[in-house]
Protein backbone atom coordinates (compact mmCIF):
# COMPACT_ATOMS: atom_id res chain seq x y z
CA UNK A 1 0.00 0.00 0.00
CA UNK A 2 1.37 3.11 -1.33
CA UNK A 3 0.04 5.31 1.47
CA UNK A 4 1.32 3.73 4.02
CA UNK A 5 4.59 4.83 3.94
CA UNK A 6 3.34 8.14 4.09
CA UNK A 7 1.85 8.03 7.37
CA UNK A 8 4.60 6.64 9.10
CA UNK A 9 6.70 9.65 7.87
CA UNK A 10 4.08 12.61 8.73
CA UNK A 11 3.25 10.47 12.32
CA UNK A 12 7.29 10.39 12.88
CA UNK A 13 7.20 14.29 11.66
CA UNK A 14 4.28 15.30 13.72
CA UNK A 15 5.13 13.22 16.49
CA UNK A 16 8.83 14.34 16.90
CA UNK A 17 7.86 18.52 16.27
CA UNK A 18 4.93 18.68 18.67
CA UNK A 19 6.20 19.80 22.06
CA UNK A 20 9.48 20.48 22.29
CA UNK A 21 10.26 22.08 19.24
CA UNK A 22 11.13 25.51 20.52
CA UNK A 23 13.04 24.60 23.72
CA UNK A 24 16.75 24.90 24.08
CA UNK A 25 19.71 23.03 23.91
CA UNK A 26 23.07 22.87 23.04
CA UNK A 27 22.86 24.65 19.74
CA UNK A 28 19.48 26.82 20.46
CA UNK A 29 20.02 28.00 23.89
CA UNK A 30 17.42 30.60 26.00
CA UNK A 31 19.07 33.21 25.11
CA UNK A 32 18.86 33.91 21.40
CA UNK A 33 19.50 37.19 19.94
CA UNK A 34 17.05 39.53 18.77
CA UNK A 35 16.44 38.40 15.18
CA UNK A 36 14.92 40.15 12.07
CA UNK A 37 13.05 37.81 10.03
CA UNK A 38 11.71 37.11 6.47
CA UNK A 39 8.72 35.83 5.32
CA UNK A 40 8.74 32.17 6.04
CA UNK A 41 8.82 29.95 2.46
CA UNK A 42 6.28 27.21 2.46
CA UNK A 43 7.49 23.44 4.04
CA UNK A 44 8.63 21.21 1.44
CA UNK A 45 5.77 19.03 -0.73
CA UNK A 46 4.81 15.83 1.44
CA UNK A 47 5.38 14.38 -2.55
CA UNK A 48 8.49 15.17 -2.71
CA UNK A 49 9.12 13.68 0.88
CA UNK A 50 7.14 10.63 0.24
CA UNK A 51 9.73 9.97 -2.99
CA UNK A 52 12.46 10.37 -1.09
CA UNK A 53 11.41 7.91 2.05
CA UNK A 54 10.95 5.42 -0.64
CA UNK A 55 13.62 6.27 -2.58
CA UNK A 56 16.13 7.63 -1.96
CA UNK A 57 19.65 6.05 -1.42
CA UNK A 58 22.34 8.66 -0.43
CA UNK A 59 22.51 11.96 1.77
CA UNK A 60 25.63 14.00 1.90
CA UNK A 61 26.04 16.57 4.78
CA UNK A 62 28.75 19.12 3.46
CA UNK A 63 30.12 21.29 6.11
CA UNK A 64 30.87 24.80 5.03
CA UNK A 65 33.46 25.73 7.89
CA UNK A 66 34.46 22.17 9.49
CA UNK A 67 37.05 19.71 8.27
CA UNK A 68 34.17 17.01 8.14
CA UNK A 69 31.14 15.76 6.06
CA UNK A 70 29.15 12.83 6.56
CA UNK A 71 27.42 10.40 4.04
CA UNK A 72 23.97 7.85 4.84
CA UNK A 73 23.55 5.27 2.42
CA UNK A 74 21.20 2.95 4.84
CA UNK A 75 17.96 2.80 3.93
CA UNK A 76 17.16 2.94 8.02
CA UNK A 77 19.50 6.47 8.52
CA UNK A 78 17.68 7.98 5.48
CA UNK A 79 14.75 7.52 6.83
CA UNK A 80 15.36 8.99 10.05
CA UNK A 81 17.13 12.01 8.63
CA UNK A 82 14.04 12.24 6.47
CA UNK A 83 11.96 12.95 10.09
CA UNK A 84 14.23 15.34 10.80
CA UNK A 85 12.22 17.94 8.62
CA UNK A 86 9.26 19.33 10.83
CA UNK A 87 6.15 20.29 10.29
CA UNK A 88 6.58 23.57 11.08
CA UNK A 89 8.24 26.43 8.67
CA UNK A 90 11.16 28.43 9.92
CA UNK A 91 11.37 31.97 9.32
CA UNK A 92 14.89 32.91 8.29
CA UNK A 93 16.34 35.14 10.72
CA UNK A 94 18.60 37.90 8.91
CA UNK A 95 21.93 37.07 10.74
CA UNK A 96 21.83 33.23 10.60
CA UNK A 97 24.71 31.60 8.40
CA UNK A 98 24.50 28.74 7.22
CA UNK A 99 26.62 25.25 9.11
CA UNK A 100 26.03 23.53 5.49
CA UNK A 101 24.49 21.88 3.10
CA UNK A 102 22.43 18.50 2.79
CA UNK A 103 22.15 16.77 -0.52
CA UNK A 104 18.94 13.76 -0.94
CA UNK A 105 19.93 11.56 -4.04
CA UNK A 106 18.32 8.83 -5.66
CA UNK A 107 21.01 7.21 -7.62
CA UNK A 108 22.69 9.60 -9.14
CA UNK A 109 20.49 12.99 -9.44
CA UNK A 110 20.16 15.50 -6.26
CA UNK A 111 16.47 15.27 -6.07
CA UNK A 112 16.42 17.87 -2.97
CA UNK A 113 19.20 19.85 -1.33
CA UNK A 114 19.22 22.01 1.67
CA UNK A 115 21.30 24.58 3.76
CA UNK A 116 21.15 23.73 7.15
CA UNK A 117 21.33 26.33 9.77
CA UNK A 118 22.32 25.58 12.90
CA UNK A 119 23.83 27.89 15.51
CA UNK A 120 22.46 29.52 18.85
CA UNK A 121 18.69 30.60 18.25
CA UNK A 122 18.71 28.83 14.13
CA UNK A 123 17.94 25.57 14.08
CA UNK A 124 16.38 24.85 10.64
CA UNK A 125 16.78 23.82 6.79
CA UNK A 126 16.08 26.01 3.85
CA UNK A 127 15.97 23.90 0.63
CA UNK A 128 16.83 25.23 -2.94
CA UNK A 129 15.17 24.25 -6.25
CA UNK A 130 16.72 25.40 -9.34
CA UNK A 131 19.44 27.22 -7.40
CA UNK A 132 16.64 29.13 -5.56
CA UNK A 133 15.16 29.27 -1.94
CA UNK A 134 12.39 27.74 -2.41
CA UNK A 135 11.35 25.89 1.06
CA UNK A 136 11.66 25.93 5.09
CA UNK A 137 11.35 23.80 7.88
CA UNK A 138 12.42 23.91 11.41
CA UNK A 139 14.76 21.02 12.18
CA UNK A 140 13.02 18.81 15.04
CA UNK A 141 14.27 18.37 18.28
CA UNK A 142 15.87 14.62 17.39
CA UNK A 143 17.36 16.50 14.33
CA UNK A 144 19.60 19.17 17.08
CA UNK A 145 20.13 16.09 19.11
CA UNK A 146 21.75 13.86 16.19
CA UNK A 147 23.67 17.01 15.31
CA UNK A 148 25.33 18.29 18.37
CA UNK A 149 26.28 14.10 19.29
CA UNK A 150 27.48 14.13 14.99
CA UNK A 151 29.93 17.43 15.76
CA UNK A 152 30.59 16.77 19.27
CA UNK A 153 31.63 13.19 17.71
CA UNK A 154 33.36 14.44 14.73
CA UNK A 155 35.57 16.71 17.08
CA UNK A 156 36.95 14.37 19.63
CA UNK A 157 37.77 12.11 16.57
CA UNK A 158 39.60 15.67 15.24
CA UNK A 159 41.52 15.76 18.10
CA UNK A 160 42.11 12.53 19.22
CA UNK A 161 43.87 12.30 15.22
CA UNK A 162 45.54 15.48 15.95
CA UNK A 163 46.89 13.99 19.48
CA UNK A 164 48.80 10.99 18.09
CA UNK A 165 49.68 13.17 14.83
CA UNK A 166 51.94 15.23 17.88
CA UNK A 167 53.35 12.26 19.95
Do not use: W
Not at 28 to 49: D, I, Q
Not at 50 to 71: G, K, R, W
Not at 79 to 89: A, G
Amino acid sequence: MKLYPLLIICAIVIGSSCSKENKPNQAATSTAPEVTTSEALPLPPVETLQYLYEACTHIDYVFYNDPFSMSLDDKGSIQRTLSHISTSVAPEPSNCKPKGRIFFDVGLETVLEADFYFSTGCVYFIFYEDGQKKYSSYMTPEAVQYMNNYISQANAQRQKLMQNQGN
